[in-house]
């Protein structure tokens, strides 16, 4: 099926010396066929791809041998597993590329016994969180015309807008768009807005871009509020360039709730009280304006909103801030003054802060001192990173007018991947715009992911009909209607274009045919499309002679790359790189894409109906905290060993890390009467679980934290019963800015049991 | 910040495996004396060596995963583990990681247990064991005061292997492939710096994976090499057993 590329031409037959025995075996002639021949005489070929165990699609050189996946290694022409800004591609890419735990567990995935292998039809028409199904195997057929029938039904009574998606990112995400689109819903929505939709629109507001890049490797100093590069290594050349940057000469500062693994590389590492990232980072603007160590000429030029800043930083003193979020006043100001004065440098801020009720406002806060020292768009500073664009879809037709049902249009930086918690609580609490009847969910385990678990079962019960389309049975799927089999990222096509500071494409291939000759998740919704006889606006049917391979052929040849597929594939490691460098200063030659045309302090002059409150990055207490009978900030985060709530199936993964825990200081478990290792009744207003302690000196007295992503019920043997779902214990908050899930946004009590 | 206050220490082992071979570490450690092994390395030829330092080191354990992958071990064998220690007092806390393969010994005390010659130091400075003329007796797992070696029972990640557990795969210059009672089953196994990608010129696989770029690899006897030039201002661990490892630390020297 597949070519080997020039570059990697290594299909060879007869793979090395063998035992004594195969020795013999190959002179006895046809002896050898049967004992020898599959271990002596195979093709090995080596395929370039790009890896979705997460999101961050690293580089892989996939050998296939003989038709079996038999080993995932770093692709070093993939800028991914290398570095972020060209400056450094050469250098680094001397020693190789890199590959995380999850990416090289890619093939346990593949083989995992547990996958989905047929479309599964539900037998049983009760529906509940600990309710069997009793699925029934069908045929594709059979699937296609049920689902076919359920979604003529709502053309027939014409509200397609009872139609709703939701689904992984980079996967089948313009696809889906373009099936919106043809069949008449606006309801299409994706992964974003459960992650790190604030601080996309966080950098939207302030630069104009919604995924700046710090240049790490280029650095002075690094200060990261809330991030774990280390660990949650969304890209893998995070390390490299963060450890590189270190070795350079620059300064690591950390400021979290928990001394993370980052905080255990850095130099200084601050424990805060989670949700009070923007004091800090507002005391220290106000530090360094009072030092007069701000960058005049560039905010002279380049920034919108400094006096109306200036004004409200006047009383946000270090002393101010210290009673705020507990770093002292003195480490704040020294803070400040080595963050102006070791230039360029870099401050940070992601889904720490990103996912509590304060986080747009907090993010900002923190954006903005690489506005006040100028360290934007400089070598070493925060790049103004736009992401690859494709061309233009081949399917022509317009958005539908229906307003959406989450009301993601109320939010002012509302991001377009929608908003799963208002889908939710409407669906819930049955107060929607208008009524969902069908959902097609992609690769996402919601009763997992979804803040509020027992509501968000509730609400997916208020549907008649949804499709879950997943490697797995899962939580989710148990409430499914039909579940078709999904592909793992080694049987289908995608293009990755994010991560990076400068423009490529890079492509994902199925380096085997998919294991069960099941449809990829793209290729499900064009054969949907087809079989609905979807038409496009000139009123053909869509999609009647474009397969998802032609669909990304034409988008790649109608896009800045202007090269095939086939070109594609056989580009070093199946990518394409732009010929321009990193560009820095970009503001200087192109047009800011804020309202102002500036880098924006303020948003007083913006159009959007946002309150008072959010003109500037003011600090507000978050919504949610500790209280007498829930005294405790309950944190999350992700581990390097899995991702979201869809890995811990995975053998290799499970010996690594098979639980989480609910981490604790051990002063205060202590001074509770807890033990290291007890297991406890883990309680919010919301919901109650029971979580192993662990003591770790590293959690911040008032804290507890835990991994996400465990917990499961109904998932394969090797996730099964392990650990604890922290989604258990929210509520439906939402951001009222972006939209944003609050997944950290949690207080609790334990209790002995 | 305060000078680091140690009140407790805390061993978070990243398998089964670690903690056991630790332990039976710690045991020889105090048992067993080290004489001289005869299989003195032959320096006139390439001398392989590893390098890690644990300034780059994240504790990812993307080392262990392509390890797995690239020597297809099972449930349990990890040739390649990461100990992770946290110790402090909030605020003043302090966390390390640290990569444990087979030190490949100059003197080696596993080669002088084995009764039957199945484990032998290779000129090019790698410890190696023969699957086929292992007799499974594990004399050598206790000898190594690093933990470094495990038993191969025979089991799988899954009842009926996986297409991936069931495929042929090289390690030394052998094919192998899970199936009943077949080698490496019954064997013990270990680290051999990956010797099968190593005579083709690559690197070894937890090498290439290393997502810290912390591990180094190549040829002590080239004074020039990347490695050597690394090795210099490393030490290793247990050096008092007087082993001579050639897997060698950078950064601040651990308990060991």
């Not at chain 1, 699609?57 to 800004?85: F, M, Q, S």
């Not at chain 2, 690093?146 to 191969?152: I, N, P």
Request: aromatic content about 10%; hydrophobic content about 35%.
């Amino acid at each position: 099926m597949k070519k080997p590329l020039d570059f990697l031409k290594c299909t060879r037959r007869g793979f090395i010396a063998g035992t004594a025995t195969i020795g013999v075996s190959l002179l006895n002639g046809k002896s050898m066929k049967s004992v020898a021949h599959d271990l002596l005489n195979f093709e090995e070929i080596k395929i370039p791809t790009c890896c979705h165990m997460c999101g961050g699609g690293t580089g892989v050189i996939a050998t296939v041998r003989d038709g079996v996946v038999a080993k995932l290694e770093p692709n070093k022409y993939n800028p991914i597993g290398v570095c972020n800004t060209s400056l450094n591609f050469t250098e680094n890419q001397k020693d190789g590329a890199a590959m995380c735990p999850k990416g090289l567990s890619g093939i346990m995935a593949l083989y995992d016994p547990d996958r989905v292998k047929k479309p599964l039809l539900r037998t049983n028409p009760e529906k509940g969180i600990n309710v069997d199904p009793k699925w029934r195997e069908i045929t594709w057929d059979e699937a296609f015309d049920i689902i076919v029938r359920e979604l003529k039904k709502l053309i027939n009574e014409d509200r397609p807008e009872a139609l709703i998606t939701f689904s992984e990112n980079s996967l089948a995400t313009s696809i889906q768009r373009d099936f919106g689109n043809l069949f008449g819903t606006p309801n299409i929505s994706f992964h974003t807005n459960i992650c790190s939709a604030t601080r996309k629109a966080a950098t939207m507001a302030v630069f104009g871009v919604d995924e700046p890049l710090g240049d790490y490797q280029n650095s002075k100093y690094m200060l990261i509020f809330g991030w774990n590069p280390l660990s949650a290594v969304k890209w893998s050349h995070l390390p490299q360039i963060l450890l590189n940057g270190k070795s350079n000469g620059s300064k690591l500062v950390i400021i979290d709730p928990r001394y993370s693994e980052t905080a255990a590389k850095a130099d200084l590492w601050y424990p805060i009280i989670p949700g009070t990232d923007g004091a800090l980072a507002l005391a220290m603007s106000h530090v360094i304006i009072e030092e007069n160590l701000y960058n005049q000429e560039f905010i002279e030029n380049w920034t919108f909103g400094f006096d109306e800043y200036k004004k409200y930083l006047k009383d946000k003193t270090p002393e101010w801030a210290e009673k705020i979020c507990g770093v002292s006043a003195k480490d704040i100001k020294s803070l400040a003054i080595e963050f102006a004065t070791n230039q360029p440098s870099i401050a940070d801020a992601w889904i720490g802060p990103g996912q509590q009720s304060n986080g747009f406002n907090s993010i900002r806060a923190v954006l903005l001192l690489n506005v006040l020292v100028g360290s934007v768009d400089e070598p070493g500073g925060m790049m103004m990173t736009e992401e690859f664009k494709l061309g233009e879809s081949p399917i022509r037709i317009s958005p539908p007018k229906k307003k959406r049902f989450d009301g993601k249009e109320k939010f002012p930086f509302g991001h377009n991947s929608g908003v799963y918690v208002e889908t939710f609580r409407q669906l819930f609490e049955e107060n929607g715009p208008y009524k969902l009847d069908v959902a097609f969910i992609t690769m996402s385990n919601l009763v997992l992911s979804m803040p509020n678990t027992s509501q968000v079962v509730e609400g997916l019960k208020k549907l008649k009909f949804i499709v879950v389309n997943d490697n797995y049975l899962n939580e989710t799927s148990n409430l499914a209607d039909i579940v078709i089999p999904g592909t793992t990222y080694l049987e289908r096509f995608g293009l990755v274009t994010r991560g990076i500071n400068w423009e490529y494409v890079a492509l994902r291939q199925p380096v085997i045919k998919p294991l069960f000759n099941q449809y990829s998740e793209a290729e499900f919704f064009i054969e949907l499309a087809k079989r609905l006889e979807l038409k496009d606006q000139s009123g053909q049917v869509a999609f009647s002679n474009i397969r998802y391979e032609d669909y990304l052929d034409i988008r790649l040849q109608r896009s800045k790359a202007n090269i095939t597929l086939d070109e594609l594939k056989e580009a070093p490691g199946g990518v394409w790189t732009s010929p321009e460098s990193t560009e820095y200063r970009r503001y200087e030659k192109t047009v800011i894409k804020t309202e102002t045309k500036k880098f924006q302090f303020s948003l007083s002059n913006s159009s959007k109906n946002i309150s008072l409150n959010y003109i500037l990055p003011e600090y507000q207490q978050r919504r949610w905290l500790p209280d007498k009978k829930y005294p405790y900030y309950l944190i999350s985060w992700k581990h390097i060993t899995h991702t979201h709530s869809r890995t811990q199936n995975n053998p290799y993964l499970s010996e690594l890390k098979d639980q989480n825990y609910l981490y604790i200081n051990p002063m205060t478990a202590n001074s509770l009467g807890f033990k290291d290792g007890e297991l406890v009744g883990v309680i919010s207003p919301f919901g109650e679980t029971k979580a192993q302690l662990r003591f770790s000196p590293g959690m911040h007295p008032e804290v507890l934290g835990t991994e996400w992503g465990f917990g499961h019920w109904a998932f394969g043997d090797y996730a099964r019963e392990k650990g604890f779902a922290v989604n258990q214990l929210n509520k439906f908050l939402v951001d009222e800015v972006t939209g944003q899930a609050l997944h950290k946004e949690i207080c609790v009590n334990i209790r002995k049991i | 910040m305060e000078e680091k206050k140690i009140t407790r220490k805390k061993f978070v082992i990243t398998s089964l495996l670690g903690t056991l071979g630790l332990v039976a570490g710690e045991l020889i450690r105090q048992s067993h004396s080290i004489d001289n092994i005869e299989n003195e390395v032959d320096t006139e030829n390439k001398k392989y060596g590893m390098v890690i330092d644990l300034d780059r080191c994240i504790g990812c354990n993307a080392c262990t995963i392509a390890c797995k992958q690239e020597n297809n071990t099972p449930p349990n064998i990890h040739y390649n583990v990461v100990i992770e220690k946290e110790e402090g007092e909030f605020p003043n806390v302090y966390n390390s990681f640290l990569p444990r393969v087979c030190m490949q010994c100059d003197k080696p005390p596993c080669v002088k247990v084995c009764p039957v010659g199945a484990t032998k130091k290779q000129k090019n400075g790698i410890v190696s064991i023969d699957y086929e003329t292992c007799i499974g007796c594990r004399y050598c797992m206790t000898a190594c005061p690093y933990g470094a070696r495990s038993f191969d029972f025979g089991e799988n990640y899954y009842d009926q292997p996986n297409t991936f557990e069931a495929s042929p795969y090289q390690e030394y210059d052998k094919i192998y492939q899970r199936g009943k009672g077949k080698a490496p089953q019954n064997s013990v196994r270990k680290c051999h710096f990956c010797s099968h990608r190593v005579d083709k010129g690559e690197l070894p696989a937890c090498v290439t994976a290393c997502l810290g770029k912390a591990r180094f690899f190549g040829d002590l006897n080239d004074p020039n090499s990347e490695v050597s030039i690394k090795a210099k201002g490393s030490w290793t661990l247990k050096s008092n057993l007087g082993t001579k490892p050639r897997t060698f630390y950078l950064g601040e020297k651990r308990d060991d």
